[in-house]
């Protein structure tokens, strides 16, 4: 069962459903809808914590107040009725009774007004929910009209990302999205909605829930769109209508009835030039580490953060990304990778790489064929030379990947960073730290019949930062131990410097696995 697109339960429903007065069949359904409706289970919750506070409230206070019956209760038959009443008319109700009167009156108003009361619906979780029903249902075309002042546009919903922008007005209004890192190819969607909030340092949200609808509201002095309001449709949880609020505009996105996009035509100098409104005024806003860090992240899953001339750097409010040096295909995998983000400005052109902030790379490994240790690894094993050397390049591209990071996002850094972002950079140093945890290990293996045995020191205590820096001159040093640039350097000293490398290479990487 589809619990988001089921009908939601009254509070009837579930009033009897407490109570134990559903049928078989109507439990059955009413627990399947609740197994994967957390609104509802919510509200459930609510309305059972009204009523133990009703009893609770009847069993301290209420009874309490009542004082014992003066005598017996009278026989409940006709003719001790009729007395009854005829002894009562007219008299007015004793005072005890009155206020056990009023205060049942006043629970029997509290449970009502409690039971009334929709439940709280936590942005985050609404607009996962909706994301993730987007992406689910079959994909359909749709038109969408926004407006940022006198700038007016009606498109596709969804455009690729090397989509041609068809018009000035779409020139300038996109030119505001991007300043605010506001998605540009699905704007009116809960996934645009959600990525643009969950890159927010701080922000308040508010949710209303009306008949047909749920409108997300978001606050935050941390982005040039000071707020902005999201509204699904509670059938299906499809984005209907947003609001962003700039410094200088306010831009409405709706959905327009139809399932295709007409364009407007638009005869070339039927307008007149001086006409048109001028560019809007972009609030100044700097691209932050967590934008660049969405970047690094983008292309570590494509691996290009191992020793590729790569140059990425923040600028103004954008990321810059140099892929001028990579050939071809391989740009199209960077741009591919980048797609969807529009804080990121490709450069094709060379620069001076002098200063910049680019991924680390490796030197190139100097080898000396003519090298008594090597000769000893082949003697061993043909194949040892080439697995170790495998292992080297592995050992020394993450650790200058690793380096790249911390250099990036130091302890100052990270402290302004969201918790999110936090979980992003230390998922990609875990990734790193791993690939070298097995390759030191592999090659403490395969040398382990020729190297000889180093004392361990104590523990280190170091940052991940401060470890990923002293990691390079770890791998560094087992490589120029294996690959020394001449072979006239003493092989006893090389198997001692590759065994004291490991070692303390197994001795740091503890500090970078244990991050979360």
Known sequence: MNSALTPHPDDELLLRHL????????????????????????????????????????????????????????????????????????????????????????????????????????????????????????????????????????????????????????????????????????????????????????????????????????????????????????????AIACTLRFASETVEMVELPGETVQPRAEAPGAADPAARPGPLTLPSSAATPGDELLVLAALHRIGADLGEPVEVRREGAEILVNVAALGQQRREQVKAALSGMPVVRLQLEQTDPTGSADLERRPSPQVDTADPLLSELQAASPDLPEQLTDHTEILISRAYALRGLARRFSPETTARMTASEIGTLHRIVHDHAGAMAASVTAAAQLLSPLLPRVVPEPALTEGWQQAAEALVLDARQLDQALHPATASVDTAARKLRAAQALTDMRDRLPALLKLQ
């Not at 009413?30 to 009847?58: I, K, N, P």
């Not at 109700?93 to 009155?98: D, E, K, L, P, T």
């Open 19 to 238: 109570d134990g007065d559903l049928g078989p069949a109507e439990n059955r359904s009413l627990d399947d809808h609740l197994s994967g409706c957390a609104s509802c289970r919510q509200h459930l919750g609510e309305v059972r914590e009204t009523l133990d506070d009703y009893r609770q409230f009847h069993q301290t206070i209420l009874k309490a107040a009542v004082p014992p019956p003066p005598k017996a209760w009278d026989r409940l038959d006709l003719r001790s009725a009729v007395v009854r009443q005829a002894r009562s008319s007219w008299f007015p109700i004793a005072g005890w009774r009155w206020l056990a009167t009023a205060a049942a009156i006043a629970a029997i108003f509290l449970l009502t007004r409690r039971l009334e009361k929709p439940p709280a619906v936590k942005a985050a979780e609404l607009l996962r929910r909706a994301a993730t029903i987007a992406r689910t249902a079959p994909p359909r075309s749709r038109t969408i009209r926004i407006t940022a002042g006198r700038y007016h546009l009606d498109r596709a919903s969804r455009l690729t990302p090397s989509a041609e922008i068809p018009s000035p007005d779409a020139v300038q209004i996109r030119r505001l999205f991007d300043s605010a890192g506001y998605g540009w190819e699905d704007p009116l969607s809960a996934d645009a909605f959600g990525r643009w909030r969950d890159r927010l340092p701080n922000k308040q949200d508010e949710v209303a829930r009306g008949p047909e609808s749920y409108v997300i509201h978001t606050a935050t002095t941390a982005n040039p769109i000071s707020d902005a309001s999201l509204t699904l449709r509670a059938a299906d949880l499809q």
